[in-house]
């Protein structure tokens, strides 16, 4: 693969994953620590839906890295009337082949959009295993998303300053796709103990 598919469909269907997984988070689950060491439950939920509003910034010709993080919303409902604006931001489909940069480097906006891709399937993974629902997405899904994080998000950029992404862990033999993309961001699953790297 040397040129990204079109990522707009398995956007759609990892962020409706991510927001069955949001939907199922309790009031109690809310200050659970998280693998990524510096948020929370809650904090997680609102950094998933930054990501979605960055994914949207990118189409509307924003800086991404003026969009904060951390948005000042954890509900699943804002996070899918973000996907869905982010979808309909990008129905066009000029801007699948425009350069955008972004903070792992400067990519056509498929590659872009892939790797929000990436982040929705990674933090619902991080949900997933802290609130104890199935870490594991729709493999049709993932394969395509684990290919393309290889391909735009190589091992060797990892010591570049700045590049969102701790280097690449070797997965565990019975690791799922959805951890084994987790891995490749930098996530380690060892005996069920879960650290985290550098997150994104």
């Known amino acids: 693969m040397t040129e990204p598919i079109d990522p707009r469909p398995v956007f759609a269907a990892a962020s409706a994953w991510v927001a069955d997984l949001m939907q199922n988070v309790t009031d109690d689950m809310l200050t659970r620590p998280t693998p990524c060491a510096e948020f929370d439950v809650k904090t997680l939920c609102a950094h ?56 792992w480097g400067t990519v056509p906006g498929a590659g872009a959009l892939w790797g929000y891709v990436n982040e929705a399937l990674v933090h619902g993974w991080d949900l997933a295993v802290t609130t104890g629902q199935d870490p594991e997405a729709d493999p049709a899904i993932v394969a395509p998303a684990l290919a393309v994080a290889q391909l735009f998000i190589p091992a060797e950029i990892r010591e570049i300053p700045g590049v969102p992404f701790a280097p690449v862990v070797p997965p565990r033999e019975e690791a799922g796709l959805t951890e084994q993309l987790a891995n490749w961001t930098g996530r380690q699953s060892r005996s069920g103990v879960l650290q985290s790297g550098i997150v994104s």
């Open 48 to 103: 998933l839906i930054a990501t979605a509003q960055r994914a949207a910034g990118l189409a509307d010709g924003i800086d991404i890295l003026t969009i904060n993080p951390i948005a000042d919303t954890w509900h699943v409902a804002d996070y899918t009337a973000t996907v869905r604006r982010t979808l309909d931001l990008w129905s066009d489909d000029q801007k699948l082949t425009e350069t955008v940069v972004v903070p």
